[in-house]
């Protein structure tokens, strides 16, 4: 059986995405064959390339442009498109091409916390403003609507109520790095 070919979108440090590409690099069912990166200089760059995987760095230009995206993901025959702290909408040709085939994972209990400027710090401090009690991750396919996707999987945690936004943020990164892989996975089977 051929392995499926995941590229994997990212924008910042790469955690999520070295973590991705360390799971399937154990997997028959599929392999990361490219990242997609939109900021010159983002830590998952240099991931991508210490573990051998094919960089293609695109501005958001270049990302909504059919005529750059189609022949990439024709290079690298992509079969399932990643987010991995991606920060750019996705162009809706890239939803047409990959129909329920691009995930993301959203790092709070949809649809709470979700939408246009909910990333990183911001949701935890939202959760802490809102008194919540409990968050999490959540797996997600990815629409036309910013976090609006059908719900895939969630899993959730406790909030301390000593908690800052940056605990949150350390305990959310540890459920993203166990579950987003598993639930790729899990995608393709």
Do not use: W
Request: charged letters at 20%.
């Amino acid at each position: 059986m051929q392995k499926k070919r995941i590229a994997v979108f990212a924008s910042g440090s790469g955690t999520n995405a070295e973590r991705i590409i360390r799971y399937f690099r154990q997997s028959d069912i599929a392999e990361v064959a490219v990242l997609v990166c939109n900021r010159p200089g983002a830590g998952a760059i240099d991931r991508a390339r210490s573990l051998g995987v094919p960089v293609e760095l695109l501005d958001r230009t270049q990302i909504n442009t059919p005529e750059v995206m189609n022949p990439m993901f024709d290079r690298y025959a992509v079969d399932l498109v990643v987010l991995a702290g991606f920060l750019l909408m996705v162009p809706g040709f890239i939803l047409s091409r990959f129909d329920n085939r691009v995930l993301n994972i959203h790092p709070s209990l949809l649809p709470k916390f979700g939408g246009k400027g909910m990333y990183g710090h911001h949701v935890h401090e939202a959760v802490i403003a809102a008194g919540e009690t409990v968050t999490g991750i959540t797996v997600h396919l990815v629409s036309e609507q910013c976090d609006g996707g059908k719900i895939l999987f969630q899993a959730q945690l406790p909030v301390d109520p000593a908690d800052s936004a940056a605990d949150i943020e350390r305990k959310v990164l540890q459920l993203e790095y166990i579950h987003y892989p598993q639930q790729i996975e899990r995608m393709l089977q």
